[in-house]
């Protein structure tokens, strides 16, 4: 229904569009919360590899030495990443309900992109599962082209030739992968099975492979410098989509196909891992001290946020993964409402420059009560969703690698500064260049960032629901996550 709604939206045309991407978000989310209310996770088949729930596989391809299927399913992992999909699609949607500029094309390749996540969150084929993957970079590269600020086309080009290399390398690594197993298809279980009789060292080679091919969208330092300049010129509600979507499609699949498959490479590989962790977590921070753009503020710091998920990766433990799907689903509500409040600001007052914006907490009080909250929330105070997240992570660094938590632990400080700096200058501060007539957010902006606030709040009181499902994921109960 997704892939139909979007496609006639993007060549509709017409003013009712945003209702019928309503209407089709409206019951992706109540498809998704049946989802959630059926899930058991499966036994797995008797192949030893994991089971996963509402499973569905047809014949696609059929050579006389290799299967290829059309296989779907999900598991906790994916349930929760889904989950987060539906609620950014609904509440993007609602965000830009002001779109004025082609609304039927904007609102289409919103729909586009979201369908291409979902695609990827449930796809259990190598094939089907690359096809989702690029499927998403299509709509952002024209959202950010046709949308974006004045330096869009090198930004979309940029981040589209960046993402397209990457992909064309974790494409070699799970052919790689499929051929050097000798799996019969290219089915996740098959492969699964059939990977664990790989040498330590063809495990490296394809293990190194697909972390540069997810990482990059990760995206891992020095493949990072696409982001910046993607969010800066992105229109608002593409830029929540990239934070809070695609980001997190590099950390998913760096857990379904390469750690879960390749535990021996990814064993010999973690000091690597660490590096690139602990390098993103600093640079994040430290680069985003020296921002005065609030966007690429939170870009940098969404470079912080994802190292940290990189790290909960590394340490290679049950809470670990915990710790590391907990910290997508935060940042992915937390990244999304405060690229809503970057976008608001500038609609509002002109400007995201840190420095000539002040004291707008008197005449825009919902505005800044969503930039506080998002704030807060991108710190780890406690009761909001990045708290149990993040203290996971540090709880699993610390298990594994002892007194190293101190790295993250001493970058979250700094995090804070940079975030409580900014709410100082530009809520607090001194009245700097307000115009003279100024008003407060439109109800289409406050209701798709309450959404999040609703999030951010129910999530971090109440984080056991979301703990539940991915603990219910069967990888808990195979080898690689002791």
């Not at 700096?421 to 115009?435: A, D, E, H, S, Y």
């Amino acid at each position: 229904m997704t892939l139909v709604a979007g496609t006639i939206l993007t060549f509709l045309g017409k003013e009712r569009a945003k209702y019928i991407a309503l209407g089709v978000s409206v019951v992706f989310l109540l498809e998704v919360a049946g989802l959630l209310a059926s899930y058991t996770a499966w036994p797995g088949p008797s192949n030893g590899s994991p089971g996963y729930a509402d499973l569905e596989s047809y014949p696609w391809i059929h050579l006389s030495w290799l299967t290829i299927n059309y296989t779907v399913g999900v598991d906790g992992i994916s349930l929760v990443m889904i989950l987060l999909t539906a609620f950014l699609q609904i509440a993007t949607v609602i965000y830009s309900w002001g779109e004025t500029r082609q609304p039927a094309a904007y609102f289409g390749l919103m729909l586009l992109t979201c369908l291409g996540c979902f695609g990827v969150f449930i796809s259990l084929d190598v094939l089907l599962f690359f096809l989702f993957w690029e499927a998403v970079l299509i709509p952002m590269f024209f959202l950010i082209g046709f949308w974006g600020g004045p330096r869009r086309r090198y930004a979309a080009l940029k981040f589209f030739v960046y993402t397209h290399v990457a992909s064309i390398v974790m494409l070699v690594g799970l052919l790689a992968l499929v051929f050097y197993s000798g799996s019969t298809s290219f089915d996740f279980s098959s492969i699964y099975v059939a990977a664990h009789g790989l040498s330590a060292t063809v495990q490296v080679f394809l293990f190194l492979a697909l972390l540069f091919g997810f990482g990059v969208k990760f995206p891992i330092v020095p493949f990072h410098t696409w982001l910046p300049d993607a969010h800066v010129e992105a229109p608002t509600g593409a830029s929540v989509l990239l934070a809070g979507l695609l980001l997190k499609l590099g950390g998913y699949g760096l857990i379904r196909w390469a750690v879960e498959i390749l535990p021996t490479g990814m064993s010999h590989l973690t000091w690597l891992l660490y590096i690139i962790a602990f390098s993103m977590i600093v640079w994040g921070s430290v680069v985003a001290l020296a921002q005065r753009d609030l966007k690429r503020l939170v870009a940098y710091s969404s470079i912080n946020h994802m190292g940290i998920v990189l790290l909960a990766i590394a340490v290679y433990s049950q809470l670990g993964l915990l710790a590391a799907v907990l910290l997508m689903f935060a940042h992915g509500v937390v990244s999304a409402l405060l690229f809503m409040v970057s976008g608001s600001v500038h609609h509002t007052f002109g400007t995201r420059d840190i420095s000539q914006l002040g004291g707008i907490t008197p005449v825009t009080p919902v505005l800044a009560t969503m930039a506080m909250v998002g704030s807060l929330a991108s710190l780890g105070l406690p009761a909001l969703i990045s708290f149990p997240a993040e203290f996971t992570a540090l709880l699993a660094t610390w298990d594994r690698i002892g007194y190293w938590v101190l790295v993250p632990l001493v970058i979250l400080v700094v995090t804070a500064a940079f975030y409580l700096w900014m709410m100082q200058r530009v809520l607090f501060g001194p009245k700097r260049n307000l115009p003279a007539i100024v008003h407060d957010l439109p109800w289409f902006e406050s209701a798709g960032m309450g959404i999040l606030v609703a999030l951010i709040v129910v999530y971090g009181i109440l984080p056991g629901f979301l703990i539940n499902v991915i603990v219910n994921s069967p990888v808990y109960g195979f080898p690689g996550f002791p």
